[in-house]
C-alpha cells in the first residue's frame, strides 16, 4: 500500500495515519523526497483503502502489490519525465541518445566529442573519471580534474553530463560538474551508496546488476527513491550467461518488463551489452524497438587508441550512422503507433 | 580449409586430392548434399591453397577458420536462399513471418488459423503435432492425423507447413506434410535426428538449445550439413538463465554474432524467448532490428483456451499489428540501408 | 495421488477405480512396470484418500505433491535398490564406485582396465561405444563391435557394462551387452528415447541435462518409470554457468535434494563436473559426502593417449588413490551415522 | 613478474629497480604490505629473471604468468597462515569453523550463542550488524552498539569476531571490535573498499561475489593485497545459476581450483551456497573434502524465530552434529593423506 500526503500533512496528521496503518497490520516508511511525501506501508492484511483515503493529510491512497512500491507504476501511472534543463529531458516520449568516451583521456579528447556530439545534436555526454577495473594495476580514471574538464567544455555547449560514482565519498566532490550520477554494475547493490544518491538532489543512472534479478534490479532503485531521490533511470547493460562469444549477454526481455512494472525511463547500454563493436548498431536498434527509452553509447574518435574498452567502441563515422538510424526508427515508432 | 568440388570430379581426381590433403596433415571428409560435392579438411598446418586450387577435379578452395566450415560464410558470402516453391522463400533479402499454434489442436483451428493466415498474406504456418513436454502426462500432440489436416488445409491455400520432428523415426511418415522440418531446443544436440535430417531434402528449422553455446550450435548445424542438406534455417529462441520473470531470457546478442559466422538464414522466436504474450510484440521488432531474416510466432484464435503455451500466445487481432508493424519497419529497413 | 494396484486388479476393479478417480476431478494414467501396477493421478482438487484405499483392487493409496509422482520420495519410502547379478547392488547402502575411459578405444585398452578394474574390486565398468561429439567430425565410437568386446572381457570377469545410448534404434543391438543403459546429458530430453527405455527390463542411468532444473531432471526420469521401467540412477555432472575455468559446473547442490525428493539412487560424475584431472579426487571426495551413492569416474591406463576427454582422466595409480579414499570415507561415513 | 624487496631496499635501490623494470618493457607497481615489500610488474615480454635477481634491494624474483600476481601460489608456495592471536590460527593445515547467526540481535542471542560456541570449542563467531538487504524495507541490522555488545562477550571467552563491512565509512568505528572484517558478496567488487581494507592491520573474508569469475575473485583480492593487506581469506557462498530449488548454486569446484591458483586459505559458506537448513550438512561436508579450510556456519538458537535467514540456519542440536563430523572428517583426512 502507498500513501501519498499532501504537503501540508502535518506531524500530528501523520502521526495518525501513521497508527491507523499499524493498526491494519502494516510497516509503514515515511519517505519525503525532493518533492513529494509518501508514506509505504509493507504488510499483506486486506484493507479497504477508502478507509485511509479520507484521513486528514492524505492525497491519495493505491494497492501496490508489487514489492518494490515507489518505483512501481502500479501507483504513478504516468511515466516519471526528468529534466535535466536547457530543453533536456528524459521521457518515455522521446527517445534519447546518450554517448562518449568509456574514459575521459585528455581535453584534446572532449573537445573532440563534445564538438562531434554537438554537431550530431546530441545532447548528453558520458565519460568515466573513475573506472572500475577488476584488476587493481588497470588505469582508474583522471579523477576529479578530469570531470572538471569533462563538465567545463560540456557546459559550454550546452550538453548534459554523465559519469559514474564509485563511491559515497565521491558524491561531494563530483557533485558541481555532472547533471547525472551512473551507477555501475558492480555497484547496483552498495546500497549505502544508493542511500547516499537518494539525499542528492540530481538525477541517478542505475546500471542493472550484471546477475541481478529484476526485482532486485527494482528493489535498489527503490533504495534511491526512497531516500528522497525520485529521479533515476534504470539501465540494462548485459547479464552474465553462459555465452562466451560477447562480453555480456544483452537481456533486451528486461526492457518491456521495467517499462510495464515501473514508471521510471529504461535506458539501454549496447556498447557493454555484447561489447563487439561491429553488432553494437543492430543491438542499438533492437533495444529501441524493444521500447528502450534511451541508449548509451561508447564513442571515441579513434576507438584503437583508447585506453579502455576500445572493441566495444563505435568510431564518430559508426556513431553518426546509429544516430540517424535511431531517429528514423523513433519518427516512424510515433507512425506505426499512430 | 573447404574444398567445393566440381559435380564431374571423378573417383581418382578425389582419391588424389584426398591424399593431397592428407599430405598436408589435414583430415578430409566428403561430403555430399543434394545440390554439392565438398572436402571438409580438419586440420591446423600452414597450407598454400592454391597449390590445392589447381588440382583437377576441384571448384574452388577457402581457407575457413571457424570451427564449424560448411556453415560458415567465410567461404560462402552470398547468404543461404531457401526456395519453398509457390514463390515463397527465405532469405536475407526479405523478412519472413511464419505464425500458427503451439499445437495443432481440430479441424476447426486449422481452418480459422490458415484463413487469417492467408488474408494476412503469411505464406508459413507453424504448429506442432508431436509436443515435446516436460511431464509425461502433458498433452502430447495429434500425431500425423493432426499434421495430415494441417497440411491439407495449408495446401490447399497455398501456406508452407513448418512443425517439429521428434526422432527419427517420424521423419518418413511426416516427410509428405511438411515444407520445414522443425528441430526443437531439446534436441538440439540429437546428434542422430540431426544426421538423418542432413539426408532428407527439405529444409530444416534448427532451433538453439537452450543452454547452448553459439558454437555448438552452428556445430549441430554442421551435422545438418555435412549429412547432405544445405538448406537451414536458424533460430534462437531464448536460453536458460537466472532471471526467473520469464519463460526464457531471449538472445538476441545471437542474431547479429550467426549472421556474421554463417551464411545461413537466422530466424527468432520470440514467443518462447519471452514467454509473456504482453511482450511478444517488441520483443519480435526488436529481434527484426537486430537483423532477424524471420520470426516464429505463436497465435491462436483465442490463446486462453490455448492446450499449451497460451500464456504466450497471441489472438489475432495482436498478431494483425505485430504483422502490421514488422512490415512497416522491413521497408524503413530497406530505405534507412540505402 | 497416487494409486499402487494389486497385481491381481481385474479390468473391471481398474476401470471402477479409473471412475472414481475421474469423479473426484483428477486425470489418470494407467502405468505398468516390469514389477508392478499403478495409477498416477493428475489434479488439484482436495480428496480423502480413505475413500479410494478401501475400493477393490486398490492395494495403497498416497497423496503425492510432487509435479513427479512415481519416482518420489513421498510415496516410497524405502529408497530403491537396483540388483544388477552376481552380488552388485546399486543402493543407498552402500558407495558404488564405475569407472572406465570415456571411449572404448581397442581390445588391448579393455582387457587393461578390467583387468585393473578387477584388481580393485571395482564391479562396474563404463565406456563409450556411441559418442555423442558436438562436431560431426570427431570420433564417434567404436559402435557395436566396440561393445560387444567391451561386454565379453567385462563378463568374463564379473564386471558390469554401463554404457551409453544415444538414439531408440540402438537399444536392441546394445541390449545383449549392456547391464546399464546411460543416457546421456544432451538427450536428458530426449522423450521418445525415454520412453523406449522405460520398455526395457535393464537399468538406466540418466544424466541431468546440462542447463535441466531438478524439477524437469525428474521429469525426464518419471517418463521412464511410467513406461515401465522402475530401475533409473539419476546422475548429477555438471550444469552449465558462467565460469570458463571449467568445463562444467559441478552442482552438488542437487544430491542432497535429489535424495531428499526421490526414492531413486543418485550418482555423480565429477570427471565431467569439474573436467580437470587434478581436481578430480576432491570432487569425487565432496559429491560422496554430499551423500552421492556412487560415482563415475573417467579412467585411462594413458589419459594423454585418450581419443577423448584426456584432460579429464585420471590414470590407473590417481584412480587407485581416489578409490582407496572413497572407501575409507565409506566406512567412516557408517561410524560417523553410528 | 613479481619482485620481493627487502625491507632494507633504499629509495635508490628501489628507483634503480623500476628503472630496469621499464626498460624491459614492463609496467611496475610498488606495494607496501603490513609485513613485506614488493614490485609488481604487468607485462609480457620474455626477460631472464636472473638479471633481476642480483640488482641491490632485490630479495627474490620470479615470473608469475597468472593475471593475479601477489596472491598467486606461483611465487609463494607455503601457503598463507593467518594468526588471530590466542591460538586461533587460520590455514591449510587445520579445519576452521566458523559460526554465528546471520544478524545479531539481541544480547541474550549472543550470551547463549557464545555460550554455545565456547563449549563447542569453535573459536570464531561470525555475526551481521550492517545488513545489505535486496529492500530497503528489511531489518538493517543493530549497527555499531550490536557490535559491541557481540564483541564483549565474544572477548570474554576467547571467540574471535567475524562481522561484515559494508562502507569504508564503517572501517573506522568497527575496527575496535572485529577480528576478521567480512566483505559480502554484493560488495566483492566494490573496489574502493577493497582498496581501504587494504591499509587496514586485520584480516578480511572476502566472499565470491554472485557471478563472479574465479579470476576477477582473485583480482579482488589482489586489490586489497596490493593495496597491503596480506591476510586475506577467500570464500565460496554459492553463485548465481538456472535453478530455483536453492537459494544459490554452491560452486564446490571453486574450491580446488582456488587452492591451486593461490597461496590464500580457502573457506565455504554452505548455508548460503544451499539456502536450505536440511541440506547444510552434507553439502559442509562436502566443502570440507573439496578442500576447503574452514566454513561459515549459520547457527540460531531458535532459528525459526531469527529475524533473518532463518530458513537456512542451524540449531544448536544439529550445529553440534555438524561440528562433530567436521572433525571425525579432519582427522580422518589427516588419515588419507598419511
Known amino acids: 500500500m502507498l500513501i501519498q500526503l499532501f504537503e501540508s500533512c502535518s506531524p500530528q496528521q501523520l502521526d495518525s495515519i501513521v497508527k491507523r496503518v499499524r493498526e491494519l497490520g502494516y510497516k509503514p516508511t515515511f519517505v519525503k523526497t525532493f518533492s513529494n511525501r509518501y508514506l509505504v506501508c509493507i504488510g499483506t492484511a486486506e484493507v479497504d483503502i477508502r478507509t485511509i483515503g479520507t484521513l486528514p493529510g492524505v492525497k491519495d491512497v493505491h494497492v501496490v502489490e508489487d514489492p518494490n512500491k515507489l518505483v ?28 562518449g568516451p568509456c574514459s575521459i583521456e585528455s581535453e584534446e579528447q572532449v573537445v573532440k566529442t563534445v564538438s562531434f556530439l554537438k554537431e550530431q545534436n546530441v545532447s548528453i555526454m558520458r565519460g568515466g573519471v573513475f573506472k572500475p577495473r577488476s584488476s587493481p594495476y588497470a588505469f582508474r580514471g583522471l579523477g576529479i580534474e578530469g570531470l572538471e574538464l569533462f563538465a567545463r567544455h560540456c557546459r559550454a555547449n550546452g550538453i548534459k553530463v554523465v559519469s559514474e560514482v564509485m563511491q559515497v565519498s565521491q558524491i561531494e566532490p563530483m557533485y558541481p560538474y555532472v547533471d547525472i550520477f551512473q551507477v555501475g554494475t558492480r555497484n547496483a547493490q552498495n546500497f549505502n551508496l544508493l542511500d547516499e544518491l537518494g539525499k542528492v538532489n540530481k538525477p541517478v543512472l542505475l546500471k542493472r546488476g550484471m546477475s541481478q534479478t529484476l526485482t532486485d ?13 525520485e529521479r533515476i533511470i534504470l539501465c540494462e547493460r548485459g547479464i552474465r550467461a553462459f555465452e562466451k562469444e560477447y562480453r555480456n549477454t544483452l537481456d533486451l526481455n528486461a526492457i518491456p518488463y521495467l517499462k ?25 536498434l533492437a533495444a529501441q524497438m524493444a521500447g528502450a527509452d534511451g541508449v548509451l553509447l561508447e564513442i571515441h574518435e579513434t576507438p584503437e587508441k ?10 564518430f563515422e559508426e556513431a553518426q550512422q546509429v544516430f540517424r ?5 523513433e519518427n516512424m515508432n510515433i507512425d506505426m503507433m499512430g
Chains 1, 2, 3, 4 share one sequence.
Open 72 to 99: 512501481s507504476r502500479q501507483w504513478r501511472v504516468t511515466p516519471t519525465s526528468i529534466d535535466l534543463g536547457d530543453g533536456v529531458t528524459i521521457s518515455r516520449s522521446q527517445f534519447t541518445i546518450a554517448a
Open 217 to 229: 534490479f527494482l528493489a535498489s532503485a527503490e533504495y534511491i527513491f526512497s531516500s528522497g531521490n
Open 260 to 284: 510495464d512494472k515501473s514508471h521510471l525511463p529504461v535506458f539501454c547500454d549496447p556498447s557493454h551489452g555484447i561489447g563487439i563493436r561491429e553488432y553494437v548498431e543492430p543491438m542499438a
Open 306 to 315: 583508447a585506453v579502455s574498452d576500445g572493441q566495444q567502441t563505435l568510431n
Open 325 to 329: 538510424k535511431l531517429r528514423m526508427l
